[in-house]
């Protein structure tokens, strides 16, 4: 009866031992399935936040054909830049911006920029180095940019590349730049 009740109980173990092994094992395999899911969840999050972030994805970005007419900037530039920018209207402050008056022209195009129905303004260091060229004493006014000298300070207005008009008092610049201000 001992080898009876030995067998039983062997088989027992074995059967037991047989289901611990199928539980352990389906575990193992439903947490290796958990795992990737996850990795795979979080490297398809950070792949979307990138392109999101670098704006390959506009995600939170409406498209429409909305214009904006009088979207100006004003920007510095170099004096063999004057008469080739890419408006076709605009106006070149020239003046010295590490002198005292420069806070003057600096308030001026301030409020000029809160306008609505303002052209470009580019601005001129004549202070810069690289602006000596077209530095002078009195402005010559030349479309012939290698003739151009301009004073301090100088508005220029700009139409098709070619210069319309030019202003070197700084009460004109003031009432030409605020003829545009709301």
Known sequence: MKKKEYKKRMEKEKKALKDFQE???T??????IIITVSVLAFLGLMFAFTKVKTGEWNLFTRK???TYAAE???VKVLCGQVLNRSESEYFVLAYDMQDDSASLYESILERYDQSSKKITVHKLDLA?????????DKAVIDNDITKLKLSEPTLLKIKDSKIENSYTDYETIKNILYSYVD
Do not use: M
Request: hydrophobic share 20%; glycine share 4%; aromatic share 0%.
């Open 72 to 74: 100006a900037q004003t």
């Open 27 to 32: 575990k193992s395999i439903r947490n290796g």
């Open 23 to 25: 539980t352990d094992t």
């Open 128 to 136: 810069n180095s690289r602006n000596n060229i077209c530095k002078a």
């Open 64 to 66: 429409n054909n909305i």
